[in-house]
Every structure is written in C-alpha cells, then in structure tokens.
C-alpha cells in the first residue's frame, strides 16, 4: 500500500484538494450547523487536512506504526467547545472517508488501471484508520463536552447562589448582572421554593429541570419556569411566574408528595434572598404527612411565626400546654389530636367528631378536660390563639425531633442550632455530590 500510494502521491494531492473543495461545499449546503459557525476557507482547509491526515496514517500503519490521532483529538475538543452538533462533525467525517477511498482509486485507475487490484487489500487498512480517527474525535468531543456541562451548571449554581443569598459572588457579581446571565428579567414576579431534603421523585414529575426553561403540563398550558439550585439539605427552586398565579407552584408539586415552602411572590431579583428566607420558614410550618404538603407562606402565617422563634415557642409549649404535654403518652396524644382538628375545623365540634370517628359529645369531652388543664377557654377568642399558636409549636417541635431523629439513624450529624433557628446557613458548594431530583436539562 505505502508503495503504491508513493507512486501516486503527487496525482493524489491534487486530486485530495478537489474532494476538499466539493466536500466543504456540499457540507455547507447541507448542513446548517457547520454553515453557523465556520466560513467556507476554514471548512475547506479542515476537510484538506482531515484527508491528507488519513493518507498518512494508511502509510503509518502499512509500516506498523500507530496512527497519529491528535489532531482528531483536538478537532473534536474544539468542535465541542464551539457547540458544533456531534452528529454533524461525524457526518462530515464519513463522508470524507467515502470521498477519499473514492479520489483513492481514481487516483490508482488513472496511474495504471492494472494496478487497482493491487489496492483492494487496503480497502480494510483504510476504514481501520478512518475508524480509528472518528473514534478519537468522538471521544474528545463527548469529554469536552461534559466538561463544558459541568461548568456551565457550576457557573448557573453561582449565579442562582448569587440571587438566593444575596451576597455577590467573588467575582463581584451583583443580583441584577446574575438574573440578566440567567435569563431573568430584573423587574417581574418571581417566587422561591423550597424542598425538604430526603425528597425523591422530582425527577418524575412536571416543571423544570435543575436548571431548565418552562416546562409542559399534563395537556394544560406551559407551568411556571422553575431553576432549581441542588444543595445537600434540599432543593430551592427559583421561580419565574410570568402571569401565572402563586398557587400554580402548588399545583406543579402537589402529584409528587413532597414537603416544600413557598414564599410570596416578590417583583424584583434582588429581593430572591428575602424570598428565600421565608420559603425556608414556610417549609418548617409544612405537614409531615396528611392532606397538601406544600406551605405557601401567606397562608400559614401563625405556623411561620412560632417557627420563627424557637426559645419563644418553646416558651408557650411550656406555658400554654404544659399540664397536658406532662399527661401520659396516649392522653397527650388524644388530647392534642383533638385539639388540632377541632381548630382544623374551624371550631365546629361536630365536623371534628366526624373526622375522628367518635360521638359529638366525646369531642366535647376532651375539650373541656383540655379547658381545665390549661386554664384556657375555648370561647375566649384570645385564648384560642394561644391555644393554637401552642399546638403549632408542638407540632413542629414533634416533627423536628422526628427528622433528627431519621438523621441520627442515618448516621448523619445533627443539625446545627443556627439551622433549627432558621439562621442563614452557607449554601453547599456547586459540586455537591448528590442525586438531584430534577431531570437534567
């Protein structure tokens, strides 16, 4: 092979610079891709270089050489960096090793037809290489290409963090520059969500990925746009809510079951962080189970408040409800079940009787031995509020226990005071490893 392609060489470099001309031209025509990003010269010359570079590596492996394979290496990494569809550059690929086997054997009929025979054996020599070739090219490719990935999801997570802490980023970022990179209009009507962490099934569900565009409902009109920021206690999704209304988050999370917070709608992106805080608390007011398990903030504002003062709730577990906390296990629980569906039910004794299968007057039993315990009346409207402030501060006492415990169980480290308090912790780096719940955009 080396030595009929010596024989020819001259005749085959000329002939190579036409097959470089109409390949560039056809790819052009056809492929808008290339089109976009390179100029005609450019494309030609690459083309060029791509078939004399496959020549080569025929004579370097007729001699037992390896073939040479940076310079597909690079071209793929480039390709890659520059966004080029693989599939385009790998089209253009083949259809080079056509076109050359092709000027190949035009090259060998019009030396000495004879001779063609003599080049058969190399058919397979020759696919060898340009296999080799495009191997190398998709490999780079697809490396660079998860690399640009990886950075482009570090450079988004910097640039939520930037909006969801409030705090510019080392490089001087300021909220206003981070919601322009990402596509936000500075002024509008956004919203934070944020998910319990443990939550699995995001991934399933509709909206957004963990930092994608707007996304379909089932059969109903496009859902908000959702950017959601991985971080090792949770999920916080940055809403863009356009014209849809506050209770559409709910609607987007409702089939998944998971416990979220949702903080009010604000109308400027340097006012994400104030949002972030209070999905943060509305989250903390969410119930463990039973009914919706999405708080939006606004409509849980008792819950929130109790939540927001650990030492002053536990102050009025202790004042307001201490005798009936020291009763045992089963009174407690009975006692304090009865309590939360009767304010549940908005005071009605008989719609809280039904919801816990026992007579009206056996509700009202229980709330009269509950009166006494406590000193509190149930007619007396201040009263009720302790009442109810204090039965939300159980209940969110009950549950953070519950969650440390889960976490001790786990074999996680507790959570650390300023955390329970609701203090600001700081944002886990982007490069968490952790599964997220969001199909990848």
Known sequence: MERIIEEIR???????????????????????????????????????????QAVEGLVRSSRGLPVELADARATGALRAEQGLPLASLLRTYRRGGRVLWQTLTEAVAAHDRAALPRLLPGATALWDVLDQMTDAVAESYRRTEAARADRDRERRAAL????????ADSGGVTAAQAAARLGLPERGRFAVVVVGS???GLSAGPGAGPTAGPAAGQGHAPAPRVLWRVRGDGEIGLVELGHHPLESVRELLAPLGLRAGVSPVVGEAAELA???????????????????????????????????EAELAGRLRRVVLGPVL????????????????????????????????????????????????????????????????????????????????????????????????????????????????????
């Open 10 to 52: 001259e005749d085959l470099s000329r002939r190579i610079a036409v097959a470089a001309d109409r390949l560039a031209d056809r790819t052009l025509t056809e492929d808008p891709a290339y089109a976009a990003l390179l100029g005609r010269a450019e494309l030609r010359e690459r083309i060029h270089h791509h078939l004399r």
């Open 160 to 167: 939520l963090d930037v909006l969801l802490d409030g705090a």
């Open 198 to 200: 443990g939550g699995e």
């Open 274 to 308: 104030r949002a972030h805080r209070l999905a943060a608390l509305a989250l903390r007011t969410a119930p463990e189970s039973g009914g919706p398990r999405t708080a939006l903030l606004d409509e849980r504002l008792p819950a929130a408040l109790v939540a927001a």
């Open 326 to 441: 020291a009763l045992p296990v089963e009174d407690r629980r009975t006692l304090l079940t009865t309590l939360g569906t009767w304010l549940a039910c908005q005071g009605s004794t008989t719609s809280a009787a039904q919801r816990l299968y026992c007579h009206r007057n056996t509700v009202s039993n229980r709330l009269r031995r509950l009166e006494q315990l406590t000193g509190r009346s149930l007619t007396d409207p201040r009263h009720v509020v302790e009442l109810a402030l204090a039965h939300a501060a159980v209940v969110q006492h009950a549950a953070a226990q519950h969650a440390a415990a889960g976490r001790l169980a786990a074999g996680e480290p507790p959570t650390p005071p300023a955390a329970r308090a609701g203090a600001r912790v700081s944002p886990t780096p982007a490069g968490t490893a952790r599964r997220s719940p969001r199909r990848p955009a």
